[in-house]
């Protein structure tokens, strides 16, 4: 969940200085005092949400690098294992028809893995050193077809554009509704409307994120389908099996993002913010598709 989380909080911190720049240039300010124009209120919404996803995109392959530890294999120099790993990962991208991506390798004794990047051609996939010593190799090639899916499917970017949809209904509301209070207000030009607009931002932000969760599961049903389709379903069936059984509170739960790690099943409001279906439906799903 850490690479999502990532993405979020660069998302929310780009999002803030952009505010906070608009506000101090006057250009929020002159919006508000100019009767909220529903267009140049919901241009200026765009400009910040989208600016905020895509950024943050710009960012992914950097923050994973810089906050993950994850060390991009030079191919000149790696040993056998990684030598291999390449060599999966490179027919995996033909066969799903995307250029090579970068491969590297994070120190984190949970198994687990993750793809990120600004494009399907300019991706970055990790796996972490406790994947690679808890799995045997057909299954650690089912986990990279898992995330090779993600890959070939745009899922980072898919991701980013519903991020910036929703973050745009999330500014526009907020000031919205903060003009309103101001307007409202017998505390006018103290404060109540930059402040209302930070309030409201966390608070529509929050229900905003319940249907970014909702694709982000989504999503690992269609890769976990891409991982079967390239290593077969047994493979993949046995690498979640795997993680099933070693899936006891673990950092792993932290760094599930576009990796193929879960936390435990969870029931009612906390299910809506998982980035992850329980490994027990992926599991089931999978099933349906019969051996291979």
Do not use: C
């Not at 911190?13 to 267009?39: F, K």
């Not at 919404?45 to 943050?56: D, K, L, N, V």
């Not at 030079?74 to 066969?95: C, I």
């Not at 969870?266 to 998982?274: C, D, K, N, P, Q």
């Amino acid at each position: 969940m850490k690479r999502i989380l990532l993405f979020v909080l660069t998302n929310l911190a780009v999002i803030a200085v952009l505010t906070i720049v608009a506000h101090l240039t006057g250009l929020d300010r002159w919006l508000a005092l100019h009767g909220q124009s529903m267009g140049g209120l919901l241009v200026l919404a765009a400009f910040f949400g989208f600016g905020g996803a895509f950024i943050s995109l710009a960012l992914s392959k950097w923050n994973a690098k810089r906050f993950m530890g994850v060390q991009v294999i030079n191919p000149q120099s790696a040993d056998a294992e990684a030598q291999w790993l390449l060599t999966v990962v490179a027919r995996h991208a033909r066969t799903v028809g995307v250029d090579m991506p970068e491969v590297g390798v994070f120190d984190s004794p949970a198994p687990n893995a993750f793809a990120t990047g600004a494009s399907r051609n300019k991706s970055l996939v990790a796996v972490s050193t406790g994947l690679l010593r808890s799995m045997d190799r057909t299954h650690v090639e089912a986990v990279i077809g898992h995330e090779m899916t993600h890959v070939a499917n745009g899922d980072m970017v898919t991701l980013t554009l519903l991020q910036g949809v929703v973050n745009t209904f999330v500014i526009f509301l907020s000031r919205l509704i903060a003009g309103v209070l101001e307007r409202n207000s017998d505390n006018r030009g103290g404060g109540i409307y930059f402040m209302s607009v930070f309030v409201l931002q966390i608070v529509f932000g929050v229900l905003a994120n319940l249907i970014v969760m909702w694709f982000s599961r989504r999503r690992e049903f269609r890769a976990d389908k891409g991982g079967a389709k390239l290593a077969g379903t047994d493979n993949m069936i046995g690498a979640l099996e795997d993680l099933k059984r070693g899936s006891e509170p673990l950092p792993a739960q932290q760094f599930a993002a576009f990796g193929i790690t879960d936390k435990p099943v969870v029931s009612g409001i906390a299910r809506l913010f998982m980035s992850h279906p329980p490994l027990e439906e992926r599991i089931a799903a999978l099933r349906t598709l019969g051996p291979r």
